[in-house]
């Protein structure tokens, strides 16, 4: 009875949490007459794909998707690269600030970053960056970075110490007892954290609207505003779009999630 009870709990959250995306799916499938309507038909009575259409077609979907694309992708990598460097000299190295050091990626995560637009704006503007997708790829690096730290560090601090120093005495230097040991079962932290790195990037509004002015620099979530006009939102369409919107992460979660959930590290070291 315990068991049913809470598998039943489980199933009541986990419907409240997946309500909203239906109701995002539902509603970009109606007529644009049955979206506002007060009836709340949880079942479409009649379906269309114009809202579709009108998302696609109405504007550059696609140059906002490719922004969007290329500005994620590659401030994943970066944060990816230079916090798992970081991340393995705070996890295997002993040296004078370290402690600070960690202190201050902590600190840096919980600063919300709203309160630093002024200053990354003149930034960006001195450094002649407004405008340009470099910008945004800079600050989601920013973004991500501090995550990426501590989370690969906690990661890399699970894998025994032993089998570097195996591989070290087999003949591999560091560098690669770590390109060959380490990191193979590191594979499940960089998966973990990186889904988490694209999600934070993916949806980013704030400096995308106020760095990118120029329409053809933007990326989808300045998209989805276009929408909204003095006449009014298109809400069929803004679901639509949204509904687009969430299939990269999607599709970027179902490609790595095998991956997330493995324990690599199990039984690794005998005895």
Sequence with gaps: MRKTALSALALAIALLFA??????????????????????????????AQNYVTALTGSDFLRYLGNSLLVTLTAVACSLVAGTLAALAMSRFRFRGR??????VLVAQMVPFEALMIPMFLFMRDLNLLDR??????????????????SLR??????????????????????????RVTLPLLGPGLVATSVFAFITAWNEFLYALVFMRDEDNRTLPVFLQTFQNAFGTDWGATMAA??????????????????????ITAGAVKG
Excluded at 99 to 104: N, R
Excluded at 160 to 178: K, N, Q, S, T, Y
């Design 19 to 48: 309500f909203p995306t239906y109701w995002m799916l539902s509603s970009s499938l109606k007529p644009r007459g049955e979206v506002l309507s007060t009836s709340y038909d949880l079942v479409p009575t009649s379906i269309t």
């Design 99 to 104: 402690k600070g050091f960690l202190l201050l």
């Design 133 to 150: 997708l470099p910008s945004l790829v800079l600050v989601y690096w920013i973004c991500t970075l501090p995550f990426t730290i501590w």
């Design 154 to 179: 906690g990661f890399i601090d699970g894998i025994p110490v032993d089998l570097e120093e195996a591989a070290m005495v087999d003949g591999c230097g560091r560098a690669a007892a770590f390109r």
């Design 242 to 263: 949204s509904t687009l919107f969430t299939l990269p992460v999607l599709v970027f979660f179902l490609v790595v999630q095998r991956n997330m959930v493995s324990g």
